[in-house]
């Protein structure tokens, strides 16, 4: 990854972290709303409240920000699927997955499109990242759920393919926000649309895979 300018002198400041901040800031919502082509440094330093030449003391080009961002944002968005427990119980691991991509959609919407965004452009950021930490994270937890199958926990599934339903249905209310709440309607389209989602793909997911929240019964 590469370092902002500040970042690679002797002794950072707390005033040279709250500057990268207050630029990254910035540049999520520029980049959220543009895209990385239609993004320009003058605007991010507009929106971050400082003049270009002082911005690009902390961030030399506009790649150097997009990069960071992106690092931190996958980083972030890999937090839930790293909590998997092999050891827990099937129902409350991708239960709690579900609810936690969802919470993540509604409480990163930018950092959702960010995301959605680069990979649309061809990853050219992450391509690394996606090939190889990424994957590896994503092949240890479809081995849980080979497992789980296997046990007779849950029914036999493509543990791939699950894992990126799962990815799509959530992030589909951060990246098409506007379209959910315009198709929900005023009534439906506050808060607790959140909520009804997750009931809606617990539902969805935890019966496709027939699992069943009744406790097995001691044997005598």
Not at 4 to 13: L, M, S
Not at 58 to 84: G, N, Q, S
Not at 113 to 121: G, K, S
Request: glycine share 4%; with cysteine.
């Amino acid at each position: 990854m590469a370092l902002p300018r500040a970042a690679r002198t002797q002794r950072r400041t707390r005033i040279q972290e709250a500057k990268e901040e207050q630029i990254l800031e910035a540049a999520l919502e520029v980049f959220s709303l543009h895209g990385f082509r239609g993004a320009t440094v003058d605007q991010i330093a507009e929106v971050a409240g400082m003049s270009k030449p002082n911005l690009l003391y902390y961030f030399r080009t506009k790649e150097t920000m997009h990069r960071a961002l992106i690092t931190r944002v996958l980083d972030t968005w890999l937090d839930p699927l790293r909590e998997f427990d092999a050891e827990g119980n099937p129902v409350s691991e991708i239960r709690s997955y579900i609810r936690r991509k969802l919470e993540m959609a509604r409480d990163f919407p930018r950092e959702s499109r960010l995301f959605a965004n680069e990979i649309l452009q061809g990853a050219p950021n992450i391509e690394d990242e996606l090939k190889g930490p990424l994957k590896a994270l994503v092949d240890e937890k479809a081995e849980v759920i080979r497992a789980w199958a296997k046990a007779g926990k849950i029914a036999k599934c493509d543990p791939y393919h699950l894992i990126f339903s799962i990815w799509s249905t959530t992030q589909h209310y951060a990246d098409f926000d506007v379209q959910v709440r315009a198709v929900l309607g005023q009534d439906q389209a506050g808060a607790g649309r959140f909520e009804d989602a997750a009931r809606f793909l617990e539902q969805l997911f935890l019966n496709g895979l027939h699992i069943s929240e009744q406790p097995a019964q001691a044997s005598s």
